[in-house]
């Protein structure tokens, strides 16, 4: 994961020092934090989704899919919104907000990933298989030779209409007493 690591791993350590930061534990999070979360934010795609695979040695993405949606409406905007309030920045909240946006069928797709009425969050997008495990091996394999990924098609793409437990829970812990923080003025 040093070379090629996840969107997961990425936004977990940039919630942990925005954490710290936010709590003034450490002189140094509030820097790092702010480091690692304006690359992720250099890296956003521009429907607001946040891809999957980066090469940490070229900054850029190797493969965009799978996109999961706890990423989209839970756990980045958890990092992203500490962040703000730990640096004053709303430029972290806007990118919060394109993930949620992302998730409420500001996708590739048209669909809203959330099914509110069943109480239900499909899990991604995703490549259809077998593509999807081609696409990711491949284009690793060409950032870590040629320099760039090979850039499979994204046609082949499908809803995984699956949720995890977890996901509905990291929801309400992202976003509960922030609500206000989810409109367009972000007034709270």
């Given amino acids: 994961r040093s070379r090629f690591p996840n969107f997961a791993t990425e936004i977990y350590a940039v919630l942990a020092l925005a954490t710290v930061a936010k709590l003034g534990l450490d002189g140094d999070a509030r820097a790092l934090a702010v480091d690692a979360a304006d690359e992720l934010l ?104 040629i320099g760039r990924p090979l850039r499979a098609s994204g046609r082949a793409l499908e809803v995984n209409r699956t949720c995890r437990p977890y996901h509905l829970g990291w929801m309400l812990e992202a976003w509960a007493g922030r609500e206000p923080r989810a409109t367009d003025d972000g007034d709270a």
């Avoid at 890296?43 to 090469?55: I, R, T, V």
């Avoid at 640096?87 to 949620?100: E, H, M, S, W």
């Fill in 42 to 145: 250099r890296l956003q795609l521009a429907d607001g989704g946040w891809p999957w695979l980066f090469d940490a040695r070229r900054g850029i993405i190797v493969e965009r899919y799978e996109v999961y949606t706890v990423h989209q409406d839970a756990m980045a905007p958890m990092a992203l919104l500490d962040l703000t309030d730990a640096t004053g920045d709303p430029r972290y909240r806007a990118a919060a907000i394109a993930g949620l946006e992302w998730s409420r069928g500001h996708n590739e797709l048209g669909v809203d990933l959330l099914d509110a009425a069943n109480h239900f969050a499909h899990r991604s997008i995703r490549r259809r298989g077998p593509w999807n495990r081609v696409a990711l091996a491949a284009n690793t394999a060409g950032s870590a030779t």
